[in-house]
Antibody
Framework: QVQLQESGPGLVKPSETLSLTCAVS?????????WDWIRQPPGKGLEWIGN???????FYNPSLKSRVTISVDTSKNQFSLKLNSVTAADTAVYYC????????????WGQGILVIVSS | QTVVTQEPSLTVSPGGTVTLTCASS?????????PNWFQQKPGQAPRALIY???NKHSWTPARFSGSLLGGKAALTLSGVQPEDEAEYYC???????????FGGGTKLTVL
């Protein structure tokens, strides 16, 4: 059974960097798939942030591209998100998920982690 | 900026049939957009239902089906159950930019 689990600080100050990690179990990141980050502001819809292939190739939402970095650590079977210069608008539940490389199917999701941007 | 549009809300009676749609601001949705559909209930992570327009995951109930309809991706629920009341999101893949875009979601009420 594939499982994903987000972790990181639940509170980040404005202008600082949001850093989250997604630990994957039940599947080796090195075996393939894209690994996505998705967020959902309170009471709003889902927003795709970007993803990374096991080889390290990354693709980002153009609206966030200047502030986002996604990286992968295959030795720890996890991938990470960094979002810099955060504002209150970045307050959201952040999810990690798995996406098929050729089929583009998104199947397994983490439970999500709420990150609040506030001083 | 690419926009994916869904009906904001729909209401269906128990046992009825309802179709949710997903349109792209770039034009007709085709299988090249690899439409995905997700169900989200309050306080829960989204759950995958459909991928690649019409393919079901192993856990997807048989009453859910996906298709292309009039230039849009579509999710049809047949024999709706009370537990199907939820928010439904579509996700389209744009190969040129290699990015994915979610629709705004449809709140489905079973009444």
């Amino acid at each position: 059974q594939v499982q994903l689990q987000e972790s990181g600080p639940g509170l980040v100050k404005p202008s600082e960097t949001l850093s989250l990690t997604c630990a994957v179990s039940g599947y080796s990141i090195s075996s393939g798939f894209y690994w996505d980050w998705i967020r959902q502001p309170p009471g709003k819809g889902l927003e795709w942030i970007g993803n990374i292939y096991h080889s390290g190739s990354t693709f980002y939402n153009p609206s966030l591209k200047s502030r986002v970095t996604i990286s992968v650590d295959t030795s720890k079977n996890q991938f990470s998100l960094k979002l810099n210069s955060v504002t209150a608008a970045d307050t959201a539940v952040y999810y990690c998920a798995r996406q098929g490389a050729s089929t583009k199917h998104v199947d397994y999701w983490g439970q999500g982690i709420l990150v609040i941007v506030s001083s | 900026q690419t926009v994916v549009t869904q009906e904001p809300s729909l209401t269906v009676s128990p046992g009825g049939t309802v179709t949710l749609t997903c349109a792209s601001s770039t034009g007709a949705v085709t299988s090249d957009y690899f439409p995905n559909w997700f169900q989200q209930k309050p306080g829960q992570a989204p759950r995958a239902l459909i991928y690649g327009t019409s393919n079901k995951h192993s856990w997807t109930p048989a009453r859910f089906s996906g298709s292309l309809l009039g230039g849009k991706a579509a999710l049809t629920l047949s024999g709706v159950q009370p537990e199907d009341e939820a928010e439904y999101y579509c996700l389209l893949y744009y190969g040129g930019d290699q990015q994915s875009v979610f629709g705004g979601g449809t709140k489905l009420t079973v009444l």
